[in-house]
């Protein structure tokens, strides 16, 4: 009798933690897919970084200067180097991307005031073309910053809650950081790279 019962405890106890198990690797697994997101969306904008330098260098006597400034923060970024297919548990490596992406946002803000003072470029088709990909780019990244917060926020609700949090940390399943929120962060800003009133808003 006594046997039995243990053994239908034990069996139960297995059953709990191997759903719980398969919960948690959903959850992980949900993070990192979104940490992809977040990369692929940077990325983007980085890759539209050359071709915007490239069409406003060529205007006459452009300021070098906020040319120099965005291809540097560009450089910066490609220099933190995080996987981009598994999000990171260390929250100083999260804060220097977060950090070097902030910066390429401030170069590429005060970039677009100063083209305000070109406005033979700022009418070529070409430019405007840039100017709404990035426009569209910049509400993408902070789209997908949000919901990587909200889908790092599921997974360390659970690894903290009873019963996965007396054993999610034997299992592998560490703590991830998240994306600092900005004041007003938790709706995804309007970019508007507008040719009367050039402004933009750190993701």
Do not use: C, H
Not at 9 to 26: D, E, M, P, Q, T
Not at 60 to 79: D, H, M
Not at 189 to 202: C, S
């Amino acid at each position: 009798g006594v046997v039995v019962v243990i053994g239908i405890f034990i069996l139960i106890l297995i059953s709990v933690a191997g759903g719980s198990y398969n919960r948690l690797v959903k959850l992980s697994q949900a993070v990192d897919s979104q940490w992809a997101q977040v990369q692929n969306v940077y990325q983007r904008r980085a890759d539209l970084i050359p071709n915007l330098v490239s069409t406003v260098s060529g205007a006459a006597n452009f300021e070098k200067s906020t040319l120099t400034e965005i291809t540097q923060a560009r450089a910066s970024v490609g220099q933190v180097k995080i996987d981009p297919n598994t999000a990171p548990t260390d929250p100083a490596k999260l804060a220097a991307f977060d950090q070097a992406q902030g910066q390429l946002s401030s170069a590429l803000s005060r970039l677009m005031v100063v083209v305000e003072r070109y406005p033979n470029l700022t009418a070529t088709e070409n430019f405007r073309d840039l100017q709404a990909q990035l426009e569209g780019t910049e509400n993408r990244i902070s789209v997908e910053r949000r919901d990587f917060n909200l889908a790092v926020q599921n997974y360390d609700t659970a690894i903290k809650s009873f019963p996965d949090v007396f054993y999610a940390s034997a299992l592998g399943f560490q703590y991830k950081p998240y994306f600092s929120a900005a004041p007003g962060a938790e709706t995804a800003p309007k970019v508007q790279f507008d040719f009367g009133n050039a402004a933009t808003n750190k993701p």
